[in-house]
């Protein structure tokens, strides 16, 4: 059973960082694209990034271009979402999800999905 758990969530105030892990199981992380997407109260899922495992990725949505850097270790099954210069819109739950097929910036092309990890940023 593929599980992905989420950790790394947490307050910060504006114009800090923070890092959040995927830790993934289940199935073997290698031929997988993986992804990040967020939820803020009220809106819908919004793409955040995502990084496949040959030298085609890694790829952003227009919040995350030049702050969010995502990355993965093969040997640990573990994908990263560094983030920084956050600003309160950047406020949501933020999902890990494991590409099945179709586009990399759908949340309909990702099939196994973690629980979230809450960031709230403060002004």
């Known amino acids: 059973q593929v599980q992905l758990v989420e950790s790394g969530g947490g307050l910060v105030q504006a114009g800090g960082s923070l890092t959040l892990s995927c830790a993934v199981s289940g199935r073997n992380f290698h031929y997988y694209a993986m992804g990040w997407f967020r939820q803020a109260p009220g809106k819908e899922r919004e793409f955040v990034a995502a990084?496949?495992?040959?030298?085609?990725?890694?790829m952003y949505g227009d919040s995350a271009q030049g702050r969010f850097t995502i990355s993965r270790d093969t040997s640990k099954s573990t994908v990263t979402l560094q983030m920084r210069s956050l600003q309160p819109e950047d406020t949501a739950d933020y999902y890990c999800?494991?590409?099945?097929?179709?586009?990399?910036?759908?949340?309909?092309?990702?099939?196994?999905w973690g629980r979230g990890t809450q960031v709230t940023v403060s002004s």
């Open positions: 999800a494991m590409h099945n097929t179709g586009s990399f910036y759908d949340a309909a092309s990702y099939n196994y």
């Open positions: 990084i496949d495992w040959t030298d085609y990725g890694p």
